[in-house]
């Protein structure tokens, strides 16, 4: 009897986002799993529509693990990029203004072409989908949401009669939840600190939070940045379209500080005086 063989298109794919995501220098962590026969098994015999009328999506399962909750969205944009969005299996919660609450944010992707053609389900082939489920956290969010699942989720008993301590519980959520937007709301502040203090790696390192592998600017760059007001357009440069462009231009140079600075004014701030100093072959590629 053929067996299902999903490791090696899990790991291809865990492969490919980690890459573009590096490349772009987000902070992250991912994890992946493959279901197994026993949890294939027992989630098709939960639903007899499985293999009529749908088919089980999460055989291959993919956690993104970020440090910023404002890199949520931009992860998404990145990966929707390379593989086709099932848009109507997607989980996407929507914030509430009126209540805190774990949120979901899982979507399911189409294999790519190669991947399909590795792929093997076995005698579960009109059942299983080819397809991955994609979640994203954050790492505050991560570590909530494994105590939940595993003290709460799974032990639903053990909190029957107990809505008090229950509560307490999400109000953990919510303080995770309120300390994330402040630790971004002060790394904001730090780069403008050192903006106004004419501290220009500094300033770079806390305004855009990626993995630099370098942060010297070089001496040409320092003496042109004498025109503050030319800093001034690198300061309000947005993260989170900086990154994406990034990802669009397929950037593909080491991730120091210097060639930031450079992509940046080749897509965005145009100065002639940074132009002049810049790689050539930079300058071909990324325009």
């Not at 790492?139 to 494994?146: A, D, K, L, R, V």
């Not at 940045?225 to 800093?231: M, Q």
């Not at 060639?259 to 940046?264: A, D, L, R």
Request: charge should be negative; hydrophobic fraction near 35%.
């Amino acid at each position: 009897m053929k067996e299902i063989n999903s490791e090696g298109v899990k790991n291809n794919i865990v492969q490919n986002i980690s890459s573009q995501l590096n490349s772009v220098g987000l902070m992250f962590r991912i994890f992946s799993r493959t279901k197994s026969i026993r949890s294939i098994k027992s989630k098709l015999s939960s639903n007899a529509e499985y293999g009529k009328t749908k088919k089980l999506q999460d055989l291959i399962g993919i956690r993104v693990v970020l440090y910023f909750n404002d890199d949520i969205k931009t992860v998404k944009n990145i990966i929707s990029l390379d593989y086709s969005e099932k848009c109507n299996d997607t989980s996407i919660d929507k914030v509430k203004n009126d209540e805190f609450k774990a949120l979901r944010y899982n979507i399911v992707y189409s294999l790519d072409e190669e991947d399909c053609k590795t792929l093997s389900l076995g005698e579960h082939e009109t059942s299983i989908d080819s397809t991955f489920e994609l979640q994203i956290r954050t790492i505050f969010s991560e570590g909530w949401h494994e105590i939940e699942h595993d003290l709460r989720y799974k032990c639903k008993s053990d909190w029957d009669g107990f809505d008090e301590e229950s509560r307490r519980l999400n109000g953990v959520y919510a303080s995770l939840e309120t300390n994330e937007w402040t630790m971004i709301k002060l790394f904001d502040e730090l780069a403008y600190n050192h903006y106004k203090n004419h501290d220009w790696p500094a300033m770079f390192r806390q305004k855009f939070r990626i993995r630099f592998i370098d942060t010297i600017i070089d001496s040409e760059i320092i003496e042109i940045f004498n025109d503050i007001d030319l800093v001034k357009q690198f300061f309000r440069i947005d993260r989170a379209s900086l990154i994406l462009n990034m990802k669009r231009k397929g950037y593909s140079y080491p991730v120091n500080l210097n060639n930031i600075i450079y992509f940046c004014n080749i897509t965005i701030i145009k100065d002639q005086r940074i132009i002049d100093i810049t790689p050539q072959l930079m300058i071909e590629e990324m325009k």
